[in-house]
């Protein structure tokens, strides 16, 4: 290849590799652990990490004791339901369920989703599931250098609304009266108007009432956010599933690989982030869902708290998946004997809905910025408004991704229909070029130099039929990082076979290789897009582009069937762009009579003839002969 290519392939492997690092680069702050004297001024009731049994406390008169409790959890679960109108009816819409021990929020189901449409059927999602410890149950003595306690509390219902349950129980060890209210929490805009995403969102208050004789010092209290895991074995593990937190103004994410170690680094049973700096939310998420927990008034802290566990997959034969927990500290506090201490949190579980997260920025800054787009979200963002929209429009997310593609061909046909007559000027250059190699068959450097003068001759920049794949490529993967969070797409059909956007779509399995369509026909349509391109550049060059659909194929095999539909759309929309283009009067070789100013190539290639022909006077210059006599 020609340097021009060199510059081309290096700016895309520098686009690719600066997302890359952008995505994986954090950072990680070191935190002290707790002075000895006040880790010893609280007493734990367990150490045992999240998710293992403990050892039942003690009842005492009238309180079940734990192991009772987690029995009456099984017998007579404690439930708060949402609902929503379908069809003039109000049905389920999430259902809270709670754990007596520890007064939280044991698991989130969602009733209009599924594990997985082509393995897992009927399966409805619930968030922190496989976790015993719950979502706001109290983390005492969160230290980097051991395991923190967990409430073992015995909770009771002592209050219930149509939208709200109040736990309250007694922790003998530490003499604190507890009360947590969990409140199902719509949010408004300024028309008044109920926020779609809120009916993901419940409040809780926290009220502590410090009953022994002396100060308690709470300053290594956290909630805890519960925990993240892939929902089905589909889901490709230790990829998508990350715990989080926004401090000073941007988010930091982590995924169970992190606590693992490698080569460059050892592992780590747990870490401690912190202090940090306008600590806004936290919380763990999968591939599709989050859990989000979001401090209000004064209850923020400055400590995050994620250690990783390994969690069983119920409705995958126990399947063992990596997972991330993660509690967020509160606020330093010394409460004085009989004081009343009150901590406020609002708690985001459900999908990952980018427009939803987006309307929840006016109420909640940043929250949508744990869709991760990267440093694409220029493209990603309104890929995935115009995604809506479209979908708004014709109900159909198959139709919104074929409305969407045939804008984006819209914006860049100026671009394409340039590339194409630029690379037919190329095309008809290629005999002269031809003649060079013939004439200079031992020399490519003197070849390269003819070829720049050609290519001013005529006024034909060797750039620009490149730019259109250029700019489809950063578009394809703005796209790509679209659907590896849109759970707007996961049980949607389009048509015919292809019955979830959200995974391949396999139609069957040939000596246990699925058999995918839609790839097929993308690569199809690319070979033939290309075959009605004009062939021009290097060997090499042609050589590369003719590689293409594989790389593409082989990329989007096993991907979410809709990357393949937009690639396939984009193909055909291309194809008829290329009809139309060549029903144009085509461009004819003839000497450039326009004086304008050069582009950057076209300096470029200047600068590449001057060094050339400065090689070249230097190597004769070297290998002349002194024939001078000597006198």
């Known amino acids: 290849m020609d340097r021009t290519s060199w510059i081309i392939v290096g700016v895309c492997a520098a686009l690719l590799g600066l997302n890359v690092y952008l995505g994986n680069n954090k950072k990680e702050t070191p935190v002290t652990a707790p002075p000895a004297a006040v880790q010893q001024s609280v007493s734990p009731a367990s150490t045992a990490a999240p998710g293992t049994s403990t050892a039942a406390e003690p009842a005492t008169p009238g309180q079940l004791s734990v192991n009772q409790a987690m029995a009456e959890d099984k017998e007579n679960p404690?439930?708060?339901?949402?609902?929503?109108?379908?069809?003039?009816?109000?049905?389920p819409f999430i259902t809270y369920t709670f754990n007596r021990v520890g007064g939280s929020i044991g698991g989130v189901t969602l009733h209009n989703d599924i594990v997985d449409t082509q393995k897992v059927t009927d399966h409805n999602i619930t968030i922190n599931e496989a976790q015993n410890r719950g979502i706001g149950e109290l983390v005492f003595n969160m230290d980097a250098t051991q395991d923190p306690s967990y409430d073992n509390t015995v909770y009771k219902e002592v209050k219930r609304t149509a939208d709200s349950v109040t736990l309250e129980g007694y922790d003998a060890a530490r003499q604190l009266f507890?009360?947590?209210?969990?409140?199902?929490?719509?949010?408004t805009d300024s028309s008044g108007k109920v926020l779609p995403g809120s009916k993901y969102i419940i409040r809780l208050t926290v009220s502590l009432l410090n009953k022994a004789p002396n100060v308690q010092d709470l300053r290594y209290l956290g909630i805890f956010a519960g925990s993240a895991y892939p929902i089905a074995k589909s889901e490709p593990k230790d990829t998508y599933t990350h715990l989080f937190y926004h401090a000073d103004g941007s988010l930091e994410q982590e995924a169970p690989s992190h606590f693992t170690g490698g080569f460059f680094s050892t592992a780590k049973p747990r870490v401690l982030e912190g202090p940090l700096k306008d600590l806004t939310y936290a919380g763990v998420m999968s591939q599709y869902y989050a859990t989000i927990l979001i401090p209000q008034e004064q209850s923020a802290g400055s400590t995050v708290y994620a250690t990783r566990q390994e969690f069983p997959l119920a409705h995958e034969n126990n399947t063992l998946v990596p997972g991330v927990t993660l509690a967020m500290g509160i606020p330093n506090l010394a409460m004085a004997p009989n004081e009343i201490k009150t901590l406020t949190y609002d708690i985001y579980t459900g999908?990952?809905?980018?427009?939803?997260?987006?309307d929840l920025n006016l109420t909640y800054p940043a929250i949508s910025d744990i869709m991760a787009y990267g440093w694409l979200v220029f493209l990603s963002v309104p890929m995935n408004w115009l995604l809506n929209l479209f979908h708004g429009w014709f109900g159909n997310w198959g139709v919104a991704i074929i409305c969407m593609t045939i804008v984006v061909r819209a914006l860049i046909w100026p671009l394409h229909k340039k590339s194409y007559l630029?690379?037919?000027?190329?095309?008809?250059?290629?005999?002269?070029?031809?003649?060079?190699?013939?004439?200079?068959p031992?020399?490519?450097?003197?070849?390269?130099?003819?070829?720049?003068?050609?290519?001013?001759?005529?006024?034909?920049?060797p750039a620009s039929g490149c730019v259109p794949m250029l700019i489809q490529i950063p578009i394809f993967f703005a796209f790509y990082r679209v659907l590896q969070y849109s759970a707007e797409l996961r049980g949607q059909p389009f048509c015919l076979w292809m019955t979830d956007l959200s995974l391949p779509d396999t139609v069957g399995h040939l000596f246990g290789i699925p058999i995918n369509i839609l790839p097929l026909i993308m690569a199809v349509t690319m070979i033939v897009q290309m075959r009605m391109t004009p062939q021009a550049g290097e060997r090499s060059q042609r050589i590369i582009m003719n590689l293409m659909p594989l790389m593409f194929f082989l990329f989007c095999y096993n991907f979410a069937s809709a990357l393949a539909l937009y690639w396939t759309t984009q193909n055909l929309i291309s194809?008829?762009?290329?009809?139309?283009?060549?029903?144009l009067p085509m461009p004819v070789l003839a000497p450039s009579q326009k004086k304008k100013k050069p582009g950057f190539f076209q300096r470029m290639m200047e600068q590449q003839r001057v060094a050339l022909e400065e090689q070249q006077r230097k190597a004769k210059g070297r290998n002349m002969r002194n024939v001078t006599p000597k006198k």
């Open 442 to 461: 031992d020399d490519p450097q003197k070849v390269n130099m003819e070829m720049m003068k050609l290519y001013q001759k005529y006024g034909i920049n």
């Open 575 to 583: 194809i008829g762009q290329t009809a139309l283009i060549r029903r």
């Open 422 to 440: 630029a690379m037919k000027r190329m095309s008809l250059v290629q005999p002269e070029m031809a003649k060079l190699k013939e004439k200079y």
């Open 78 to 91: 404690i439930t708060l339901v949402a609902t929503e109108e379908v069809d003039g009816k109000q049905k």
């Open 351 to 358: 999908p990952k809905f980018n427009a939803y997260l987006r």
């Open 178 to 187: 507890i009360s947590k209210t969990y409140t199902l929490h719509p949010v």
